[in-house]
Every structure is written in structure tokens, then in C-alpha cells.
């Protein structure tokens, strides 16, 4: 009895012992280990790189621990565990221009200067002016980018052939147009479709908004989502996917809905970032893969001017203690050769010499290499309002959006979202 | 073996002069030791997190929770409660989703449970039919009602095309979205409510009924009369439960119309507006707040309800 009831308090003593030690080992092996912990997203460009891992490790010696999630939930993994101080992610993949300015200003994201310049072979110069400059912060590079986008048109080359169309709209007229022609032919394919979410849908509206000769903020700073121009875009874009897009449609699509409606058959054309066309002409993810046709982005009445974006970058978390490490993995996922690699298998790059390289867009269909010659052309820098609050912004600026696709009055729906933005812009200015 | 006795000290008899001290210590408080992890876990995952938040909802904490950030004091609730865009339609929200939910799932549930209360052929059967809806996973079911109710592509509006009935939008629709989020709730968890009334009603004795039967009561009558208020404490029980669960229902709805309850908020409700103030807009104090209020609505029903509980028993 003496001895069972003894060693009974010693089991549970060592208990609540180990408990407490485990508790403190989390922390202290997150120094500079052979280990380094990757968190990226969901992409073309991580399927890719998950299939190189092997080599980086072989060559490094290092070991790669990967996580990855879908687009909103690494955004709240990064808030949950940055905000904790967690040492634990060491290399994150994020998006520069909506979480970009934000995760620099809570020095989320460690500076890069000095490991940027440390080796010339990889050649930081190499990068696109417009993308280096998305991931910098205060002037200094906090990421690198991995992807670039530009908005294209996404079209049915049978659909239009049988509609008696002999090439893709050219302009925005054209397209509302040729998209009125064949959902009269047959009302259950819809002429036009894309993103209709509120949030999401803001990026694609962009280059309409851009096109008709708006922009979300005007030269001197202020809101401009109430000019003349944007509520035409406005109008155009909600009245486009009114009319002419699927019956009964849902105002919460993002890519992955809209893209399942034209990979479905569904639709004749779909305005969409080129850096999702795999999913579009992979015959297994598609039942018109080989029916679909790119083309640069119609022209509105202030010509073609879809934006040219770097949609995702890799950085290194300031919390880290494996910084060394995490750089070593950055460096060779964005060296030219994985690079070169990433572009062959369908990803925009960043590199200038890349897309030089007549190996680089060898994989490409033929018309979205011209399509995406032309966006990077007379591209817009940003796909969104450039501000620290980015989620909070979309909302603003796409509440007209969703409203016009509800077939309320867009003007009038414009002239407020006008007035909330202006007042966010200042909230955020104080 | 006498002098072993000796030695004993009288205080506690499992403890000997050579027994080292901190085990004597570890004796002497045992009543304390054994409940020290489970007070560690509540202090640590429960007060803390509360008192946290209710820190933060008197401070302006926005962007990163480590930046500074200001007290405030109350600035943060009159904000909060002077706000009609989004929070008092999330709380009718809430409250909507609710009642009508609990409403519905208490007068099927009781429905059911009365149904499979006797004993029948194949009993065991329909009983497990009935519980599956209860142990699939919140977001799998609203994803799997998701594709059922895709106004294009879903079967929802096949099966009304055979009836002759036009495509609906469901969840797609900016006045359909909440009522069919609560049909979805209502398929998932009425089953739940049934469990527990049906252990209600096997507790209870047959003799009130037989005399019921005898003085020649319906069997309106006898439900009504009898069975309806010998039950009653359980109702109660089944509906605190599933009211708390119901107020605090976000896998559904996030997995249905995704982000701020949709394009339009059509599903917002006060748990996914808090969410979207901390995971979208990183706005930690308003949402500290909203959550603060949400907590105190939850235990006022509760304690509502419990009230309500004490007098049927009575």
C-alpha cells in the first residue's frame, strides 16, 4: 500500500515534469538546425518545387520541412503564428501587394539587403523592375518574387467559330458583343464569366477599370472609385456577368468557381490572371482543353491595360532563427535554374533572361505568349488599392461590383463605396 | 515489524523519516497536486484567452498584436454598439439562425424520438440512418450542400426541374442564403436533439401513460398531458445545448458562402464577423469587443434558459 500510493504521486510528479519541459523544448530547437520550415500556398509553382525538393536537399545537405495551405488559411496561419512571435515558419510564401506592406510593417518579414547582394550568380538585377519593387519595403527588398501575372482573356475557339466569329474580341465592345451572340444561340452556355466574390473578384475588375481610364486612387491620393470612368467599369463588368453570365449566379465566386464554370463547358469567355491557365488546357482538370483560345485583354475606351503584377514572393520570417538557412532555400528556388524550370512547367516568372530565353516560353500556347507580350507592355503595376489594409479596402471597391451584378444602380453604388474608401484612406493616413 | 510502526509519524501514515522531503510535501498536498494540471489547462486555455481578450477589447490593438497599441477604455463597445452596418444585422442574424434552427430541430426532433420511442422491426437500423448526419465533419457537410445546392450544377434545382419548378439560387440568393444555411444546420443536427430526447423519454416510467390510457385519454392527449411535461427538463437540457452549439455555429456557414458571410454579409453572423475583423482586417480590438459582447449574449441565454430549467423541475 506504502510503496503502490508512493509511487503513484512519483508518476504523476514526473508527469507534470515532462509536461513542463516539452513545454519549453518548443522553443529552444528553432535555432539554425539542418532543418528549415517552408510555408507556401497552394500553386502550380509548389507542385513544381515540391518535385525538386530532393535535389536542394542532396546539394545543401539541409532538410525541408513544407506546409501548405490554401490562399486564406496561410494568411491566417501567418497572423496567428507571427503574431504570437512564433519562431517556427521560417521561409513563407505571401502575397506582396495585399499582405506585402502589412507583414513589413509588423516586421514579419526579415531585410534582405545584404543577402540579395551576396551572391552574383543569382543576380537580384535579373528581376523585373515593377515586381522588386512590390516586394520591397522602405526601399528595401523583404522578398523575392516567384510569380508574375497579367490579366488575359480566356475564350471558346469552337464556341466562336460556330457563332460565325473568326478571331477574339479586341475590344470591349466587341466582347459584350460576340458574348450576347452566343448566349442568344444557346442559353445555357453563358457568353461571359469570372470572379464575382466581392473580395476576389476586385483583381480581375481591375484591368476593366483600368482600361475604361480609372483607377482606385487618383494622382493626388484621393479615392476615385466615383469618376466617370469607373462607373462604366463598374456598369460594364456587373451588367456583363448580369446579362450575359451564367443564370442565378452566385456573388461569391473566386477563381476556383468561376474557372470550374468555363473548364465545365459552361462558358465562351473568362477574363482570368494567365498564371491560372494550366488549369484551363490540363486536359485532366478540363473538358475544353483543347478548345481554349487566349488573347490580350480588350481594349476599353482608354485601350488595353490589364495589370502586370508579382502575385506571390518568397520572404524570410524576421521571427526565425534559421535566417541563414531559409536564404539558402530562397536563393535556389528562385535561382535561374529552378526558374527556368518553373516557367517550362507553366509559371510566369520574374526573370528578365527567362522570359529572353526561348526555352522559357517553348511550353507556352503560342497566342498567351503574345497575349502576355502584350500586358507586360502596357501593364498596370497594381491589381488592387495599394494600401496597408488591403482585405478591408477590396471590400470598399468591390461592394459596386457585386451590387451591379445584383442589378442595383452601380453609379449610385460607386458614389458610396467612394465615400467609405475616402474615409479608410484617411482612417489609414492618421 | 514493531519499530516500523513506531517510525510511522503519526500525521500521515505513508510517510517515513527517510522518505525525502519534497516527496513528503508532495504527500501532505496531494489534493493539490492532482488538480494542478487540470487548473494549469483551465487557467491557461480558458481564463487566460478571456482576460486576454477582454484586455484587448478596451485597446485600439489593430495590424500586429505585438505593435503598440493604446488603451482606449469603452470607446471600442460604444463603436461597436452604435454600429448598424454590420453588427446589429450580424446579432439578428445570430439570433434568426437561432431560434428558427432550434425551433425547428426541437419539434422534428421530438417528432422523431417519439417515433422510434417504442420498439419496432429494424429499430436499430433507422436509429443509426438517422445519426449519421451527426458525425460528419461541419465543413465537409456544407460542402457537400454546397454542390447540391449550386444553382447551375447542383441537384437541388435537377430534382425541382422534375416537379416542374424553376432553378432556385439557395445559397446564391441574397434572401435564400440564410434560410438555407438554417435547413443545413437543421439536417445536421436535429439528429443530435433526437439522441437526447430519446434517452429523455426511455427514462421515463409507463405507468402515468397506462393511467392515462385507462381514463381514456387520445393519444394528443396523453403527449400533450403526460409525456410533454415528464420530458420537459430534458427539452431543456436539448435545447441549452444545441442553442449555445447554434449561436456559436461558423464551420457551416464559413464552408457555404466562405469570407464575411458572403458578398452581401447574407449569413454574417456575430462568430463570423469577429472572425473577419481579426483574420481579414486584423482589427484585434473591435473584434476583442464583438466577441466580449457575444460572450455575454451566450451566458445571458444560457442563464435564461437554465432559470427556465429549475422551474420545470419543479
Same mark, same amino acid.
Given at each position: 500500500?506504502?510503496?503502490?500510493?508512493?509511487?503513484?504521486?512519483? @508518476?504523476?510528479? *514526473?508527469?507534470?515534469?515532462?509536461?513542463?519541459?516539452?513545454?519549453?523544448?518548443?522553443?529552444?530547437?528553432?535555432?539554425?538546425?539542418?532543418?528549415?520550415?517552408?510555408?507556401?500556398?497552394?500553386?502550380?509553382?509548389?507542385?513544381?518545387?515540391?518535385?525538386? /525538393?530532393?535535389?536542394?536537399?542532396?546539394?545543401?545537405?539541409?532538410?525541408?520541412?513544407? @506546409?501548405? /495551405?490554401?490562399?486564406?488559411?496561410?494568411?491566417?496561419?501567418?497572423?496567428?503564428?507571427?503574431?504570437?512571435?512564433?519562431?517556427?515558419? =521560417?521561409?513563407?510564401?505571401?502575397?506582396?501587394?495585399?499582405?506585402?506592406?502589412?507583414?513589413?510593417?509588423?516586421?514579419?518579414?526579415?531585410?534582405?539587403?545584404?543577402?540579395?547582394?551576396?551572391?552574383? =550568380?543569382?543576380?537580384?538585377?535579373?528581376?523585373?523592375?515593377?515586381?522588386?519593387?512590390?516586394?520591397?519595403?522602405?526601399?528595401?527588398?523583404?522578398?523575392?518574387?516567384?510569380?508574375?501575372?497579367?490579366?488575359?482573356?480566356?475564350?471558346?475557339?469552337?464556341?466562336?467559330?460556330?457563332?460565325?466569329?473568326?478571331?477574339?474580341?479586341?475590344?470591349?465592345?466587341?466582347?459584350?458583343?460576340?458574348?450576347?451572340?452566343?448566349?442568344?444561340?444557346?442559353?445555357?452556355?453563358?457568353?461571359?464569366?469570372?470572379?464575382?466574390?466581392?473580395?476576389?473578384?476586385?483583381?480581375?475588375?481591375?484591368?476593366? /477599370?483600368?482600361?475604361?481610364?480609372?483607377?482606385?486612387?487618383?494622382?493626388?491620393?484621393?479615392?476615385?472609385?466615383?469618376?466617370?470612368?469607373?462607373?462604366?467599369?463598374?456598369?460594364?463588368?456587373?451588367?456583363?456577368?448580369?446579362?450575359?453570365?451564367?443564370?442565378?449566379?452566385?456573388?461569391?465566386?473566386?477563381?476556383?468557381?468561376?474557372?470550374?464554370?468555363?473548364?465545365?463547358?459552361?462558358?465562351?469567355?473568362?477574363?482570368?490572371?494567365?498564371?491560372?491557365?494550366?488549369?484551363?488546357?490540363?486536359?485532366?482538370?478540363?473538358? $475544353?482543353?483543347?478548345?481554349?483560345?487566349?488573347?490580350?485583354?480588350?481594349?476599353?475606351?482608354?485601350?488595353?491595360?490589364?495589370?502586370?503584377?508579382?502575385?506571390?514572393?518568397?520572404?524570410?520570417?524576421?521571427?526565425?532563427?534559421?535566417?541563414?538557412?531559409?536564404?539558402?532555400?530562397?536563393?535556389?528556388?528562385?535561382?535561374?535554374?529552378?526558374?527556368?524550370?518553373?516557367?517550362?512547367?507553366?509559371?510566369?516568372?520574374?526573370?528578365?533572361?527567362?522570359?529572353?530565353?526561348?526555352?522559357?516560353?517553348?511550353?507556352?500556347?503560342?497566342?498567351?505568349?503574345?497575349?502576355?507580350?502584350?500586358? @507586360?507592355?502596357?501593364? $498596370?503595376?497594381?491589381?488592387?488599392? /495599394?494600401?496597408?489594409?488591403?482585405?478591408? *479596402?477590396?471590400?470598399?471597391?468591390?461592394?459596386?461590383? $457585386?451590387?451591379?451584378?445584383?442589378?442595383?444602380?452601380?453609379?449610385?453604388?460607386?458614389?458610396?463605396?467612394?465615400?467609405?474608401?475616402?474615409?479608410?484612406?484617411?482612417?489609414?493616413?492618421? | 515489524? %514493531?519499530?516500523?510502526?513506531?517510525?510511522?509519524?503519526?500525521?500521515?501514515?505513508?510517510?517515513?523519516?527517510?522518505?525525502?522531503?519534497?516527496?513528503?510535501?508532495?504527500?501532505?498536498?496531494?489534493?493539490?497536486?492532482?488538480? &494542478?494540471?487540470?487548473?494549469?489547462?483551465?487557467?491557461?486555455?480558458?481564463?487566460?484567452?478571456?482576460?486576454?481578450?477582454?484586455?484587448?477589447?478596451?485597446?485600439? %490593438?489593430?495590424?500586429?498584436?505585438? &505593435?503598440?497599441?493604446?488603451?482606449?477604455?469603452?470607446?471600442?463597445?460604444?463603436?461597436?454598439?452604435?454600429?448598424?452596418?454590420?453588427?446589429?444585422?450580424?446579432?439578428?442574424?445570430? %439570433?434568426?439562425?437561432?431560434?428558427?434552427?432550434?425551433?425547428?430541430?426541437?419539434?422534428?426532433?421530438?417528432?422523431?424520438?417519439?417515433?422510434?420511442?417504442?420498439?419496432?422491426?429494424?429499430?436499430?437500423?433507422?436509429?443509426? %440512418?438517422?445519426?449519421?448526419?451527426?458525425?460528419?465533419?461541419?465543413?465537409?457537410?456544407?460542402?457537400?450542400?454546397?454542390?447540391?445546392?449550386?444553382?447551375?450544377?447542383?441537384?437541388?434545382?435537377?430534382?425541382?426541374?422534375?416537379?416542374?419548378?424553376?432553378?432556385?439560387?439557395?445559397?446564391?440568393?441574397?434572401?435564400?442564403?440564410?434560410?438555407?444555411?438554417?435547413?443545413?444546420?437543421?439536417?445536421?443536427?436535429?439528429?443530435?436533439?433526437?439522441?437526447?430526447?430519446?434517452?429523455?423519454?426511455?427514462?421515463?416510467?409507463?405507468?402515468?401513460?397506462?393511467?392515462?390510457?385507462?381514463?381514456?385519454?387520445?393519444?394528443?392527449?396523453?403527449?400533450?398531458?403526460?409525456?410533454?411535461?415528464?420530458?420537459?427538463?430534458?427539452?431543456?437540457?436539448?435545447?441549452?445545448?444545441?442553442?449555445?452549439?447554434?449561436?456559436?455555429?461558423?464551420?457551416?456557414?464559413?464552408?457555404?458562402?466562405?469570407?464575411?458571410?458572403?458578398?452581401?454579409?447574407?449569413?454574417?453572423?456575430?462568430?463570423? !464577423?469577429?472572425?473577419?475583423?481579426?483574420?481579414? !482586417?486584423?482589427? !484585434?480590438?473591435?473584434?476583442?469587443?464583438?466577441?466580449?459582447?457575444?460572450?455575454?449574449?451566450?451566458?445571458?441565454?444560457?442563464?435564461?434558459?437554465?432559470?427556465?430549467?429549475?422551474?420545470?423541475?419543479?
Amino acid at each position: 500500500m506504502d510503496v503502490r500510493r508512493r509511487s503513484i504521486i512519483g @508518476t504523476s510528479l *514526473a508527469v507534470v515534469a515532462a509536461m513542463g519541459l516539452s513545454a519549453c523544448g518548443g522553443g529552444e530547437d528553432s535555432g539554425a538546425t539542418k532543418t528549415v520550415r517552408v510555408t507556401l500556398a497552394n500553386h502550380v509553382w509548389t507542385e513544381n518545387i515540391k518535385k525538386a /525538393l530532393p535535389e536542394f536537399e542532396k546539394q545543401t545537405g539541409l532538410k525541408v520541412e513544407l @506546409t501548405q /495551405l490554401g490562399e486564406d488559411q496561410l494568411s491566417d496561419q501567418y497572423n496567428v503564428k507571427l503574431n504570437a512571435g512564433s519562431s517556427d515558419i =521560417d521561409v513563407m510564401m505571401y502575397r506582396p501587394l495585399q499582405e506585402g506592406k502589412l507583414f513589413a510593417k509588423n516586421k514579419y518579414l526579415a531585410d534582405l539587403s545584404d543577402e540579395v547582394k551576396s551572391n552574383k =550568380d543569382w543576380d537580384f538585377s535579373d528581376f523585373q523592375a515593377g515586381p522588386v519593387q512590390a516586394t520591397s519595403y522602405e526601399g528595401k527588398p523583404v522578398g523575392v518574387p516567384i510569380i508574375t501575372e497579367q490579366e488575359v482573356l480566356y475564350y471558346r475557339k469552337d464556341l466562336l467559330a460556330k457563332a460565325g466569329l473568326t478571331a477574339p474580341p479586341k475590344t470591349l465592345d466587341e466582347l459584350k458583343a460576340a458574348a450576347t451572340k452566343i448566349k442568344a444561340a444557346d442559353p445555357s452556355v453563358a457568353g461571359f464569366v469570372a470572379r464575382t466574390g466581392k473580395s476576389p473578384a476586385v483583381t480581375q475588375f481591375s484591368s476593366f /477599370l483600368y482600361s475604361f481610364g480609372g483607377d482606385f486612387v487618383d494622382s493626388s491620393g484621393k479615392a476615385s472609385v466615383n469618376t466617370e470612368q469607373a462607373k462604366q467599369a463598374y456598369a460594364y463588368y456587373g451588367g456583363l456577368i448580369k446579362e450575359q453570365g451564367p443564370a442565378n449566379v452566385s456573388t461569391d465566386m473566386s477563381w476556383p468557381e468561376a474557372m470550374a464554370i468555363f473548364t465545365q463547358g459552361k462558358a465562351a469567355f473568362y477574363t482570368e490572371a494567365n498564371s491560372l491557365y494550366k488549369n484551363a488546357t490540363d486536359p485532366a482538370k478540363s473538358k $475544353v482543353a483543347d478548345t481554349v483560345g487566349f488573347a490580350p485583354f480588350p481594349a476599353g475606351p482608354a485601350g488595353s491595360k490589364p495589370y502586370n503584377i508579382p502575385s506571390w514572393a518568397l520572404g524570410v520570417s524576421d521571427g526565425s532563427k534559421n535566417q541563414s538557412n531559409a536564404w539558402k532555400f530562397v536563393e535556389w528556388a528562385t535561382g535561374k535554374e529552378q526558374t527556368l524550370a518553373q516557367q517550362k512547367a507553366g509559371v510566369p516568372s520574374a526573370r528578365t533572361s527567362v522570359w529572353a530565353n526561348p526555352e522559357g516560353t517553348a511550353s507556352y500556347p503560342k497566342d498567351l505568349v503574345e497575349a502576355i507580350a502584350a500586358s @507586360t507592355k502596357d501593364g $498596370v503595376g497594381h491589381d488592387r488599392p /495599394l494600401v496597408n489594409k488591403v482585405a478591408q *479596402a477590396r471590400e470598399i471597391v468591390g461592394q459596386p461590383i $457585386v451590387d451591379a451584378i445584383a442589378g442595383k444602380d452601380a453609379a449610385a453604388a460607386a458614389e458610396t463605396a467612394n465615400t467609405a474608401f475616402q474615409k479608410f484612406l484617411d482612417d489609414e493616413a492618421k | 515489524m %514493531a519499530t516500523v510502526t513506531t517510525r510511522t509519524r503519526p500525521h500521515d501514515a505513508s510517510a517515513t523519516p527517510d522518505t525525502p522531503g519534497w516527496a513528503r510535501w508532495a504527500n501532505d498536498h496531494r489534493k493539490w497536486l492532482f488538480a &494542478a494540471p487540470a487548473m494549469v489547462f483551465v487557467a491557461a486555455l480558458i481564463i487566460f484567452p478571456l482576460a486576454w481578450t477582454g484586455y484587448l477589447s478596451l485597446t485600439d %490593438a489593430e495590424g500586429s498584436v505585438r &505593435a503598440e497599441s493604446e488603451f482606449v477604455g469603452f470607446q471600442n463597445y460604444v463603436e461597436v454598439l452604435s454600429d448598424t452596418d454590420r453588427f446589429w444585422p450580424a446579432v439578428g442574424r445570430t %439570433a434568426a439562425f437561432t431560434v428558427v434552427a432550434l425551433l425547428f430541430e426541437v419539434v422534428l426532433g421530438m417528432a422523431v424520438a417519439l417515433l422510434l420511442w417504442r420498439p419496432f422491426r429494424g429499430q436499430k437500423w433507422v436509429r443509426v %440512418a438517422i445519426l449519421m448526419p451527426l458525425v460528419a465533419t461541419p465543413v465537409a457537410v456544407g460542402m457537400m450542400w454546397r454542390l447540391i445546392f449550386d444553382p447551375n450544377i447542383g441537384m437541388a434545382n435537377q430534382v425541382l426541374g422534375w416537379f416542374g419548378i424553376g432553378p432556385q439560387p439557395w445559397l446564391a440568393g441574397q434572401h435564400s442564403a440564410l434560410p438555407t444555411t438554417i435547413f443545413i444546420d437543421v439536417w445536421q443536427w436535429t439528429p443530435m436533439v433526437v439522441l437526447i430526447l430519446l434517452a429523455g423519454l426511455t427514462s421515463l416510467s409507463d405507468e402515468p401513460q397506462e393511467a392515462a390510457r385507462i381514463d381514456g385519454a387520445s393519444s394528443w392527449q396523453r403527449f400533450r398531458h403526460v409525456t410533454l411535461p415528464l420530458v420537459m427538463p430534458t427539452v431543456i437540457v436539448a435545447i441549452l445545448l444545441r442553442g449555445i452549439d447554434a449561436l456559436k455555429t461558423f464551420d457551416i456557414l464559413y464552408a457555404t458562402k466562405g469570407r464575411g458571410g458572403g458578398s452581401f454579409h447574407e449569413v454574417e453572423t456575430l462568430n463570423v !464577423y469577429a472572425y473577419g475583423l481579426s483574420f481579414d !482586417y486584423n482589427e !484585434y480590438g473591435i473584434s476583442s469587443t464583438v466577441l466580449i459582447i457575444f460572450f455575454l449574449i451566450i451566458i445571458g441565454s444560457m442563464w435564461a434558459l437554465t432559470s427556465r430549467r429549475k422551474e420545470a423541475q419543479r
